[in-house]
Every structure is written in C-alpha cells, then in structure tokens.
T-cell receptor
Framework: AQSVAQPEDQVNVAEGNPLTVKCTYSVSGNPYLFWYVQYPNRGLQFLLKYITGDNLVKGSYGFEAEFNKSQTSFHLKKPSALVSDSALYFCAVRPNTGTASKLTFGTGTRLQVTL | GAVVSQHPSRVICKSGTSVKIECRSLDFQATTMFWYRQFPKQSLMLMATSNEGSKATYEQGVEKDKFLINHASLTLSTLTVTSAHPEDSSFYIC????????????FGPGTRLTVT
C-alpha cells in the first residue's frame, strides 16, 4: 500500500526566511509526487508535481521541491517566505501505473509565516 | 484551464434528509472523478472513484447505499448523501482527471455539509 508521511503538523517561519515542509513517501514502483495548498474552507490548489526527469521541480508562487529517490523524500521549499504563504500544505503520491491509480495524501502541514 | 466547480459550496440540512452535491469539470472532459471527505484539521480521505457510465468504486468502509455517486456525463458527477445524520457533517471535495493525462488531477473548491 502506498503512504505519505508529513512529520510536522506545523512549521513556523519568519517572513523573508527560507522554508521547508517535509514529505516522505512509500509506493510500489516509481512515484508521481504532488504538492497542494489549501486555504481555509477552500479546495486544494496544485503547486507542483514530479513525474520524471529533473529531480528539482519548480512550481507556482516560487515554490520548488526536490525528489530524492534514495531517501524517498519530496520536500517542499521556498527561498523567501511570505505571510500570504500561510496555509495548509499537502503532499500526495500515486504510482505511475495507469490512469486509475489513486492519489494518497499526507496528513498536511500547517505553515505559519509571521512578520 | 482545468477548472472544477462544486455546487453548493455550503449546505445545511436536517437529519434524515438527503442532499446532492454536484461536481463539474468546466473546460475539460473527465473520464474519472474522485470524491474525498475531509474532517477538520485532517487530511483528505478518498471515498470513491467514479468513471463515466459505470458504477463507482467505493473505498473500504464507505457505505455505497448512503453515499450515492452518479457520473452520468463526462463533465458531471454527483454525490448524494442519503438520510443524512450529524456525523455526516464534513467538507466534501471532488476532483477530476482528464483522459490521456495519467497524472494530473484538478480539485473543486469543496462543499461544507452541516447536518442539524
């Protein structure tokens, strides 16, 4: 069975500082990996994905993530945090086998950026 | 592009009644749609996968007679919560996957259901 671990319930960072939100995964075969952001009472917004190719993936709003196969990790990063980045972040994984394979989400990490 | 809408965004119903939630892909055809449930401060739990023109596949522990899913067209899936009870109160989110794109999923804005 596939799974995603987000070990931190909350990450606090000051505006302007770099941020990292951690994610590790377990899946049979090669993974498709995703990061989504959720604002209060809203659905999920897509940030970025890793499918294949370059391990460093750049996404929306200045976010990036690095796929590390040996560590089975896909940490989300941003060089300089903004207060508006404060939200709930979900990492997700699915195997790259067929269109019907299911997406499994982590438990989410709340990012709090303060002035 | 790739917009998914849900209607209603918020609904309050009385215990014992049924409520229908619509999920539409606005600018693409979705052969596969997914329904998720999210409890406060928790992750998304997949309830079922629906494929256009066929019966939905429910996840273990999800009552298919209580959560009726219909995917009658390539742009519309509906979730009907039958005989709703307060414990069914939750945030329901749908997502849609276009054909030919084996990895992308687009999410709707969610529906907040409150059963009184």
């Amino acid at each position: 069975a596939q799974s995603v671990a987000q070990p931190e319930d909350q990450v606090n960072v000051a505006e302007g500082n770099p941020l990292t939100v951690k994610c590790t995964y377990s899946v049979s075969g090669n993974p498709y990996l995703f990061w989504y952001v959720q604002y209060p009472n809203r659905g999920l917004q897509f940030l970025l994905k890793y499918i294949t190719g370059d391990n460093l993936v750049k996404g929306s709003y200045g976010f990036e993530a690095e796929f590390n196969k040996s560590q089975t990790s896909f940490h989300l990063k941003k060089p300089s945090a903004l207060v508006s980045d404060s939200a709930l972040y979900f990492c997700a994984v699915r195997p790259n086998t067929g269109t019907a394979s299911k997406l499994t989400f982590g438990t989410g990490t709340r990012l709090q950026v303060t002035l | 592009g790739a917009v998914v809408s849900q209607h209603p965004s918020r609904v309050i119903c009385k215990s014992g009644t049924s409520v229908k939630i619509e999920c539409r892909s606005l600018d693409f055809q979705a052969t596969t749609m997914f329904w998720y449930r999210q409890f406060p401060k928790q992750s998304l739990m997949l309830m079922a996968t629906s494929n256009e023109g066929s019966k939905a596949t429910y996840e273990q522990g999800v009552e298919k007679d209580k959560f009726l899913i219909n995917h009658a067209s390539l742009t519309l899936s509906t979730l009907t919560v039958t005989s709703a009870h307060p414990e069914d109160s939750s945030f329901y989110i749908c997502s849609a996957r276009p054909p030919g794109q084996g990895y992308e999923q687009y999410f709707g804005p969610g529906t907040r259901l409150t059963v009184t």
